[in-house]
């Protein structure tokens, strides 16, 4: 997947941090992405609220999802940390609050279109795949 830019980043992170109550900075870093999109494509003077529904549905989105299991706390002896196996299968490092979501749960947070505002290799994969 591609980077996101820092200025994006810089611009919406204050106004993501005071409007969600989360650490994921993986989360933080998309939704700053997100809110750049929307301004781009779909803010204008007569909508301009739509942005602050759009954030209150994703809020709702992140509080109402499956939450994951953590099986146990291990040890990885190659990076030196604390990690937590989660029963999904991935594992999180236990002191650094990032978790990289994967495309589809991108996908059901934001929507494909922004996918293809984040990443157009990624968002023509997905649309092949449908059709197939």
């Keep these: 997947m591609n980077d996101i830019d ?17 650490r994921n900075t993986f989360l933080i870093n998309h939704i700053c992405n997100y809110c750049e999109y929307y301004s781009l494509n779909g803010l204008s003077e007569e909508n301009s609220l739509s942005l602050v529904g759009k954030l209150n549905e994703l809020n709702s989105k992140i509080n109402s999802s499956k939450r994951v299991e953590i099986i146990k706390t291990v040890f990885n002896t190659h990076t030196g940390e604390k990690e937590y196996e989660l029963s999904n299968g991935n594992y999180a490092r236990a002191e650094l609050a990032y978790y990289e979501l994967s495309l589809d749960e991108l996908i059901c947070l934001f929507d494909i279109d922004y996918i293809k505002f984040y990443d157009i290799k990624e968002y023509r994969d997905k649309r092949i795949d449908n059709i197939i």
């Design 6 to 22: 820092v200025n994006y980043i810089k611009k919406w992170k204050p106004v993501v941090e005071n409007f969600f109550k989360i």
